[in-house]
């Protein structure tokens, strides 16, 4: 279902990886409804697929560094194409609302339209969860406890 964008990425993109994109949109709710005003420039949208459906959900393990699957939880996801581009959003819940415009930025960035725009976001994003991520992190870590055994 990635494909496109592994393709963008590996044709010398410069959009950051699907991961960290989708990532930084899916929990930036108040900026993400922003993103319908992409919808202009990428000229008609077209919605592939719209709906819900169980995902896994990954986590990570801060002391070991690994990721493991938590379980099954609801997602809403959204797959577009515009401009010659496919989108995709996907979201934990089923606001299939705002899965939608979580794909347009996809969208936007894989067919050239409002590139500088794209990255700018998905930068900002990044860098705001990435902060946030180290700062619950560092709230965190003190109240750990070595475990015994006797």
Known sequence: MRETIAAGVERGSD??????MLSGLARAAPEVRKAAALSPDLGAV???RSRTGLGMLPMRDTVQGGDFDLGDVLVAGAHVRAAGGDGYGMTVGR??????PMALPDAAGLADVAR??????????????TQ???DTLSRINPTRVEAQTL
């Not at 959009?15 to 960290?20: E, F, N, R, V």
């Not at 500088?116 to 969860?129: L, P």
């Open 15 to 20: 959009i950051p990886g699907d991961s960290g």
């Open 46 to 48: 077209g919605v592939i």
């Open 95 to 100: 606001d299939l609302e705002r899965a939608m």
């Open 116 to 129: 500088g725009r794209v990255t700018a976001f998905a930068a900002r994003r990044a860098a705001a969860q």
């Open 132 to 134: 946030t991520d180290s």
